[in-house]
Structure formats: C-alpha cells, structure tokens
C-alpha cells in the first residue's frame, strides 16, 4: 500500500519560517500531482499549493509570495516552504498525491496523517 508520511511541523513566532516535507513509499508507477493542504480547527480543509509532474504550481490566494512548493521525483517527495508564517496559518497540514500504482491500474488520490503547524508568540 502507498504510505504518504509527512514532517517538519512545528510551533513558529509569527513572521518565521517552516519547511514541511512529505514522502511517499510502497509501490508506485508514477505520481502525478502533488499538493499540500490544512485544516484549522472548526474548519474545512483547503487546499494550500499543488505541484505537477513537471513542476507547474498553483497556490492559494492566501499564500501567494509566501509559500513555494517543489518536489523531488526521484525520491517521491514534496515540499513546502512557508515564510512569512502568520497565526491564520495555524492548521494541520496534509500531504495528497494523484498516484498510479501499476503500469495499466488507475490512479488514486492519497493523503498523509498531517502535521501540525502552529504559528504563534
């Protein structure tokens, strides 16, 4: 089975920077997007920044010029550098990825176990 495990949460003071990390193992064909996503308490998740096979990304108004998402195909993973961290940003952060498992299987969205966030003084 596909595992997404994620870290690099933390608690930051406002204005700080954090640098969150997810990984995917198990066995995979191909992944396709990648994307980070946070859910605050009493709220839905959202998404916060998506990254495609070949590097194209779209961000949240909210992040915009603060954020960056990347990712290593080489070593499935994605990142998710956060500056300019402000106390809205509390949430925890989910990792999804757009997988194909085999060849000629169909793909599946996955999600990690989150990590939290917290941006606070």
């Known amino acids: 089975q596909v595992q997404l495990v994620e870290s690099g949460g933390g608690l930051v003071q406002p204005g700080g920077s954090l640098r969150l990390s997810c990984g995917a193992s198990?066995?995979?064909?191909?992944?396709?997007?990648m994307g980070w996503y946070r859910q605050a308490p009493g709220k839905q998740r959202e998404l916060v920044a998506t990254v495609s096979v070949g590097g194209s990304t779209d961000y949240a108004d909210s992040v915009k010029g603060r954020f960056t998402i990347s990712r290593d195909n080489a070593k499935n993973t994605v990142y998710l550098q956060m500056n300019s961290l402000k106390p809205e940003d509390t949430a925890v952060y989910y990792c999804?990825?757009?997988?194909?498992?085999?060849?000629?299987?169909?793909?599946?969205?996955?999600w990690g176990q989150g990590t939290q966030v917290t941006v606070s003084s």
């Open positions: 198990g066995y995979i064909f191909m992944i396709y997007s």
């Open positions: 999804n990825a757009n997988i194909q498992q085999l060849r000629y299987g169909t793909t599946a969205n996955y």
